[in-house]
């Protein structure tokens, strides 16, 4: 049976893994610094609590501890942060990552997988989808945190070449009952009002969790040579509109008042007036007003080789 170290993984997304993980028959180890909601005396699971930066911590799991792979999903938003990215936490996250993964390949780990975002991307002005090889650039706090992870795993890997290694750039997720990526897009961020451009016919790149589970469960089972090493894009394989948030939240949650408006030149209008502000460069979840008329998409085409994106905001549960 082989071991599985995730961290942060008593967080949402890490949760979803380790459940993903324990049905697929591996030993799982949840590194974190909450407990989560797993009780204690689940076959095959155990938390080890630990902070992302506790360097003596991992050093202790590593040691005690026969690791296969290593899931690294530590400070990664919507499980150990909140929307907001402070400086403090991007320096924190930095000197982690370095540390777990030279232990983790100085041990013997057979594959890294990083939860990393598509917010590296610097995203096209046209409605060209993005590709694994396109420009990077991380304008945000969070991107940047995730990108300066993704150097590390790289620059680590240089000397460790054996070790196979994935970085996962998925898109803000989603579940039946986890909403806030969703509600986001459709939330005006001047007022913190909701609302739509005319019929919602425009299209936001969404991943339901358990798309991206369903992906970490290939790679660790079915990537077993070094071609498969590399950057993959993480996503529901269409966009998903503001039309069908709106009418998500209306069928399965609370939803109050949505303000309708004009696209005819409503968009442009408003292009650059938030631009360069505090909060769109800190807030995980700030809606780029700019860019709504993009429709930008992921090409998964690399991805959905090793899993079939089945799940949508449709049959998320």
């Known amino acids: 049976m082989e071991t599985v170290l995730v961290t942060g993984g008593n967080g949402l997304i890490g949760q979803h893994i380790c459940s993903g993980l324990l049905k697929k028959g591996y030993a799982v180890i949840s590194a974190d610094i909450n407990e989560g909601n797993y009780n204690e005396g689940k076959l095959n699971y155990s938390w080890i609590q630990v902070a992302p930066n506790d360097k003596n911590g991992y050093a202790e799991i590593f040691e005690n501890n026969k690791i296969d792979i290593l899931i690294h999903g530590a400070c990664t938003v919507d499980n150990d942060l909140g929307p907001i990215v402070t400086d403090k936490e991007m320096s924190d996250a930095k000197a982690c990552d370095k540390f777990i993964y030279r232990y983790a390949m100085t041990e013997g780990v057979k594959k890294v997988i990083l939860l990393s975002t598509d917010q590296v991307y610097d995203f096209p002005k046209t409605r060209e989808p993005i590709r694994e090889d396109n420009d990077l650039k991380p304008n945000t706090n969070y991107a940047a945190l995730k ?58 790149q969404m991943c339901c969790v358990h798309n991206l589970v369903d992906f970490i469960l290939c790679f660790a089972k079915n990537a077993d040579d070094m071609s498969y090493a590399g950057v993959y894009n993480v996503s529901d394989k269409l966009l998903t509109t503001a039309a069908d948030i709106i009418t998500f939240m209306r069928e399965n949650h609370r939803l109050g008042p949505v303000m309708q408006k004009s696209p005819s030149g409503a968009i442009s209008k408003i292009k650059g007036l938030f631009g360069g502000n505090k909060e769109e460069k800190t807030n995980y979840r700030y809606l780029d007003l700019s860019k709504i008329e993009n429709n930008n998409m992921l090409d998964n085409t690399k991805a959905s080789k090793l899993a079939s994106f089945r799940w949508d905001i449709h049959n998320t549960k």
């Open 147 to 204: 990108y300066s992870s993704e150097k590390a795993l790289v620059s680590e890997m240089s000397h460790h070449k054996e070790v196979m290694v994935c970085i996962a750039r998925y898109s803000p997720v989603y579940t039946l009952n986890f909403t806030d990526n969703l509600v986001a897009k459709i939330t005006d961020p001047k007022d913190g009002s909701k609302f739509v451009y005319g019929k919602g016919q425009y299209g936001f």
